[in-house]
């Protein structure tokens, strides 16, 4: 078992959830002590989780989540995962790891050198950050937290299920969502399966 210490839950509370279509479901969200990096990471725990649920890793995105950027497809997967969590019973890790790890104001920086003609990737290495700085830790320790050490992974990305593996948690399948391409994010998806094995159908994406 990898050598990282033991996080508790601190509290759980029901929150219902309700979204701009009109879908709606009740959750649990679980809060945490002792998470690595410090981080106030939330668990959204929806339906009745199984033996091997569904889970979704969820970083943070302030412009997708909140405000509907159409440059990303966080927005679309997190409205997508939640639905299709409490159909099957899991949980989703709200993780606030903005930018994929480098935080929202370098995200922005980012995106101004994307208008420049770098993708997302080249935009951070040009800034001096990793491609990805995202550290997925906490995410097994809320996991052990709540007693889940095997399920299948609702993700198009094998970082993910490769972080988690190596953290003790078994992951059956890795589950793909939805593809939510726009004329705005095609370039961004199309950087995600080139530059990091994102499984999104490039030949349909490179039709959009």
């Not at 995962?81 to 920086?109: F, H, M, P, S, T």
């Not at 948690?169 to 969502?177: E, F, G, L, M």
């Amino acid at each position: 078992m990898p050598d990282f210490p033991a996080a508790t839950p601190r509290a759980r509370v029901r929150v219902p959830l309700r979204f701009h279509d009109g879908y709606s479901v009740d959750a649990d969200l679980v809060t945490f002590h002792g998470l690595a990096d410090g981080q106030e990471h939330v668990a959204v725990v929806l339906g009745e989780p199984g033996p091997r649920p569904l889970v979704r890793l969820h970083s943070e995105c302030l412009t997708g989540d909140l405000f509907g950027s159409a440059r990303c497809d966080c927005g679309p997967q997190l409205r997508e995962a939640v639905e299709r969590i409490a159909a099957r019973g899991g949980v989703l890790l709200y993780l606030r790891q903005e930018g994929r790890g480098i935080g929202l104001y370098n995200k922005l920086d980012a995106y101004a050198l994307q208008d420049g003609g770098l993708d997302t990737y080249e935009a951070n290495a040009a800034l001096g950050l990793p491609e990805d700085a995202r550290d997925y830790t906490a995410a097994a320790q809320m996991l052990r937290a709540l007693s889940i050490t095997d399920l299948d992974l609702l993700s198009n990305n094998p970082d993910k299920a490769d972080q988690l593996s190596g953290l003790g948690i078994t992951v059956h399948d890795r589950v793909p969502t939805g593809v939510f391409a726009t004329a705005d994010n095609i370039r961004y998806l199309r950087a995600k399966v080139l530059q990091t094995r994102h499984t999104l159908p490039l030949a349909e994406l490179n039709a959009g």
